[in-house]
């Protein structure tokens, strides 16, 4: 992908130029799932960031609970607040003050229903409206 200003912003299909097939499948089941579990979701696609953000409205940072970032050879799904997520399954990577995020590398990882679930979580807390640090239930692994 060429270089782009952060703010360039395109269609879930300009994300995925270039994207391995297999890849492109498990972004748009995401992206399939994240609609089911928020049928109000705003997505907003940022070229310059190589992600599209969901959101109960088009900002990142204050809107926006979870993202889908192609990689290579495996999307991150990503959560905003993930680091407060109860994440019994341990699924959850990174060791930021908030954002966590899941490799999903296949379309059964991309299924699994602990990851509908942190989906759903996440969009409950933006929806509450907490922002602020608090403790997960258990804690996420790094890698």
């Known amino acids: 992908m060429a270089d782009l200003p952060k703010a360039a912003q395109g269609t879930f299909d300009e994300l995925l130029a270039g994207v391995e097939p297999d890849l492109a499948a498990i972004a748009r089941r ?22 599209a953000t969901y959101g109960i409205g ?16 495996y999307i991150n799904l990503g959560f ?6 109860a994440d019994p399954e341990r699924l959850l990577e990174g060791t930021g003050k908030g954002l966590r995020h899941v490799k999903i590398r296949s379309l059964a990882e ?11 979580a ?21 890698k």
């Open 58 to 73: 088009p900002k990142k940072m204050t809107d926006g609970y979870a993202y889908i970032m192609p990689m290579r050879g």
């Open 122 to 142: 996440a969009l409950a807390r933006r929806r509450s409206g907490a922002t602020g640090p608090a403790r997960a239930s258990t804690p996420s692994r790094s």
């Open 30 to 51: 995401l992206r399939a799932i994240i609609r089911a579990v928020d049928v109000s979701t705003v997505e907003t696609v940022r070229l310059g960031d190589n992600a």
């Open 80 to 85: 905003y607040h993930g680091a407060v997520l």
């Open 110 to 120: 991309a299924n699994r229903p602990s990851v509908r679930a942190l989906m759903a």
